[in-house]
């Protein structure tokens, strides 16, 4: 009987796979990691893209480039055409993300591809891509469409350039990710999903965020403001910037002159249904700079400020001009950075003159530098140092799914990444 039955369920047509290069070798490459079944047919591209169409005849097809570093320009160019001639055609870029190879993949995401085949990838990752590439190119019936998950996104905006905003945008972001990893239940003993951080870094100077964290990035805001509608997980992975302790960041090009951002709001909200929680830096920007965009969409809005009297004027005409726009709300939250106790008014006493929740204290550091220089994280070099501890009321604001989802092994991590102790010592 079972046999019967799954005679008469339908088998699905065969899936076509076709590389469209000027030569077959990666076609053998590419059988030896392919899921059984699965075959490469070659068409050279010195062929028309409507010699393509003989291959859609039998079912499913999807059209392979090679974007591997040396022919990812002349697959750039393939793309193009191809996308003109046959709009509805699926392509799949083949790169591979080993180290000094991967500039082809980050071509493949300027051309405006989607799919990334990565050789470095597992057959069952490879597979998924290839379906996945297939099942879009299909009409597929109606379904109820549902909201896609909105990621928490929080603006940390310094009130004047300098007092650290970025320093700690960077520390922030990769604690935070390093907490929210994946952890094993207590009760069942399964894996818990990772939760994933973004930083976008928006703030001036350009390029500084990826200095604090030692990255070299080859693909930028400004090439995701030209892609945002094709930004998903597989783009994120394989284009942008990734952080040794798991933070993704996506920066502007160092040297941007600063001008006016174009409006992000596509491309945020594509962002937060890829990432957990998204941690947009505007340190050094002032605030008539700021799209406004950003301010509806966020979830939070932390002042960073010190006790220097000139940043205190800075945060008075930051909140005046919070409250001409109407964005003055229980969003915003103040956040004193490099505190030291006999140096001008405390914490609360700024908080309670401005009227604005008191959300963390962060002390004074001058080991911050060195780390820096060295193109190290303080939080890598002194994971104790009493700044990194003072961090945590911020961390247990950030990434409120992790917590929610395992709320003992969340605090049992925070507990000790940052020591357990309190800055503060006396």
Same mark, same amino acid.
């Given at each position: 009987?079972?046999?019967?039955?799954?005679?008469?369920?339908?088998?699905?047509?065969? @899936?076509? +796979?076709? &590389?469209?290069?000027? !030569?077959?070798?990666?076609?053998?490459? %590419?059988? #030896?990691? /392919?899921? $059984?079944?699965?075959?490469?047919?070659?068409?050279?591209?010195?062929?028309?893209?409507?010699?393509?169409?003989?291959?859609?005849r039998s079912g499913?097809?999807?059209?392979?480039?090679?974007?591997?570093?040396?022919?990812?320009?002349?697959?750039?160019?393939?793309?193009?055409?191809?996308?003109?001639?046959?709009?509805?055609?699926?392509?799949?870029?083949?790169?591979?993300?080993?180290?000094?190879?991967?500039?082809?993949?980050?071509?493949?995401?300027?051309?405006?591809?989607?799919?990334?085949?990565?050789?470095?990838?597992?057959?069952?990752?490879?597979?998924?891509?290839?379906?996945?590439?297939?099942?879009?190119?299909?009409?597929?019936?109606?379904?109820?469409?549902?909201?896609?998950?909105?990621?928490? @996104?929080? +603006?940390? &905006?310094?009130?004047? !350039?300098?007092?650290?905003?970025?320093? %700690?945008? #960077?520390? /922030?972001? $990769?604690?935070?990710?390093?907490?929210?990893?994946?952890?094993?239940?207590?009760?069942?003993?399964?894996?818990?999903?990772?939760?994933?951080?973004?930083?976008?870094?928006?703030?001036?100077?350009?390029?500084?965020?990826?200095?604090?964290?030692?990255?070299?990035?080859?693909?930028?805001?400004?090439?995701?403001?030209?892609?945002?509608?094709?930004?998903?997980?597989?783009?994120?992975?394989?284009?942008?910037?990734?952080?040794?302790?798991?933070?993704?960041?996506?920066?502007?090009?160092?040297?941007?002159?600063?001008?006016?951002?174009?409006?992000?709001?596509?491309?945020?909200?594509?962002?937060?249904?890829?990432?957990?929680?998204?941690?947009?830096?505007?340190?050094?920007?002032?605030l008539r700079q700021?799209?406004?965009?950003?301010?509806?969409?966020?979830?939070?809005?932390?002042?960073?400020?010190?006790? #220097?009297?000139?940043?205190?004027?800075?945060?008075?005409?930051?909140?005046?001009?919070?409250?001409?726009?109407?964005?003055?709300?229980?969003?915003?939250?103040?956040?004193?950075?490099?505190?030291?106790?006999?140096?001008?008014?405390?914490?609360?006493?700024?908080?309670?003159?401005?009227?604005?929740?008191?959300?963390?204290?962060?002390?004074?550091?001058?080991?911050?530098?060195?780390?820096?220089?060295?193109?190290?994280?303080?939080?890598?070099?002194?994971?104790?140092?009493?700044?990194?501890?003072?961090?945590?009321p911020l961390l247990?604001?950030?990434?409120?799914?992790?917590?929610?989802?395992?709320?003992?092994?969340?605090?049992?991590?925070?507990?000790?990444?940052?020591?357990?102790?309190?800055?503060?010592?006396?």
């Open positions: 009987m079972t046999a019967s039955l799954q005679l008469l369920q339908p088998t699905p047509p065969p @899936l076509t +796979l076709v &590389l469209y290069a000027p !030569a077959r070798e990666l076609a053998l490459v %590419l059988e #030896a990691r /392919l899921p $059984v079944g699965l075959h490469v047919h070659w068409q050279d591209s010195a062929l028309p893209p409507a010699a393509l169409e003989v291959h859609r499913p097809c999807v059209v392979l480039l090679d974007f591997r570093r040396d022919a990812a320009a002349a697959s750039g160019d393939l793309a193009r055409s191809l996308q003109r001639t046959l709009p509805d055609l699926p392509l799949v870029a083949v790169g591979s993300t080993a180290p000094g190879q991967d500039e082809g993949i980050v071509a493949a995401v300027r051309t405006g591809l989607r799919d990334i085949l990565d050789l470095e990838s597992t057959t069952a990752d490879i597979d998924s891509v290839l379906r996945r590439a297939a099942a879009l190119s299909a009409p597929s019936p109606r379904a109820p469409v549902q909201a896609a998950p909105q990621a928490q @996104l929080i +603006l940390l &905006l310094g009130v004047r !350039a300098g007092v650290g905003c970025s320093t %700690l945008a #960077a520390h /922030l972001g $990769v604690l935070a990710q390093q907490c929210s990893s994946g952890d094993t239940d207590d009760a069942s003993g399964e894996l818990l999903p990772t939760a994933t951080t973004l930083l976008l870094d928006l703030g001036q100077p350009a390029g500084d965020t990826a200095l604090y964290l030692n990255l070299d990035s080859q693909f930028h805001v400004e090439d995701a403001l030209r892609h945002a509608s094709r930004i998903d997980g597989t783009l994120a992975r394989t284009a942008m910037a990734r952080h040794g302790g798991g933070l993704t960041l996506l920066g502007q090009s160092a040297g941007s002159d600063g001008g006016p951002i174009p409006d992000p709001a596509v491309l945020v909200q594509r962002l937060r249904t890829v990432f957990d929680t998204v941690l947009c830096d505007l340190g050094g920007l002032a700021v799209p406004r965009s950003l301010f509806n969409s966020a979830d939070a809005i932390w002042l960073v400020a010190d006790q #220097a009297i000139g940043t205190l004027v800075s945060l008075d005409l930051a909140l005046k001009q919070l409250e001409a726009m109407g964005l003055r709300d229980d969003r915003v939250q103040l956040l004193i950075n490099r505190y030291q106790e006999d140096d001008g008014l405390g914490p609360a006493q700024i908080a309670g003159r401005f009227g604005l929740p008191l959300l963390a204290t962060l002390p004074d550091c001058h080991r911050l530098r060195g780390s820096a220089n060295h193109g190290h994280l303080l939080l890598q070099d002194a994971p104790r140092d009493p700044y990194v501890r003072a961090l945590a247990l604001h950030l990434d409120h799914a992790a917590a929610q989802t395992a709320p003992r092994s969340w605090r049992e991590k925070l507990a000790l990444a940052l020591g357990g102790l309190q800055w503060k010592t006396k």
